[in-house]
């Protein structure tokens, strides 16, 4: 299998965390994100959605989306788990996944693309739609807050696929120059600097 990336996008990265926990190696193909090459007619092939990652399957076809590829690969190579074992422990891994995702990862590209001058060329910015991304964004990040147990990760004592996703959209966050409230969330603020110590932060 190929996985068609470009690492410092946080959807791939996500991927990339992941496949750093688990030890798993796929062969790597870097799609130029920022030159435009997902607008390519050769890439539109893989993926008429024009985003990255892209799953290539031995047999040739393609599968993008990034939660999709991870549960992929999840039932691929069930151990160690990273989802759970037991049908409650994925229902809560999903949901939390699912937060981080959708509360975390797209609020905080919402906020960004509507505020930093790197996307002003490519979207019409929105002071209101900024406005929005950052109220739900400071939702999920207090729920992710009152979600987090006395251990360093969401659940438990290492990484799981929910955690993967919740760094992978607060290292974007960084790297981009949002600025997110850690001193009124303590233990956001300690996942942070747990997983950020982990070999796996530097795939």
């Known amino acids: 299998m190929k996985l ?12 990339h965390l992941y496949l750093a926990e688990k030890g798993l190696e796929l062969e790597l193909v870097t799609v ?13 092939a893989k993926n008429p959605m024009g985003t990255v990652p892209v ?4 047999d040739g076809s393609f599968v993008a989306e990034s939660g999709a590829i991870v549960e992929y690969l999840e039932e691929l190579h069930p151990a160690p788990s990273m989802l759970g ?19 975390v990862l797209l609020r905080v590209g919402q906020v960004l693309q509507n505020t930093h001058a790197f996307f002003a060329s490519q979207y019409k910015q929105s002071a209101d739609a900024a406005e929005m ?16 147990g006395e251990a360093a990760f969401l ?3 290492r990484p799981q696929i929910p955690d993967c ?23 956001l603020a300690r996942f942070n600097e747990a997983f950020r110590s982990r070999p796996s932060a530097r795939a």
């Open 85 to 103: 074992t037991t049908p409650e422990e994925r229902l809560r891994a999903r949901e939390l996944d699912r937060i981080a995702e959708q509360g």
């Open 133 to 148: 991304g950052q109220r739900a964004l400071d939702r999920a990040l207090d729920v992710l807050e009152v979600r987090f």
């Open 155 to 157: 659940l438990g004592d």
């Open 55 to 58: 799953l290539e399957l031995e």
């Open 32 to 44: 130029n994100l920022v030159g435009g090459e997902t607008r390519s007619p050769e890439f539109r």
């Open 165 to 187: 996703t919740l760094f992978s959209a607060l290292s974007f966050a960084f790297g981009m120059g949002l600025k997110l409230d850690f001193a009124a969330r303590p233990k």
């Open 4 to 15: 068609h990336t470009f690492p410092k996008a946080p959807n791939p990265r996500r991927v």
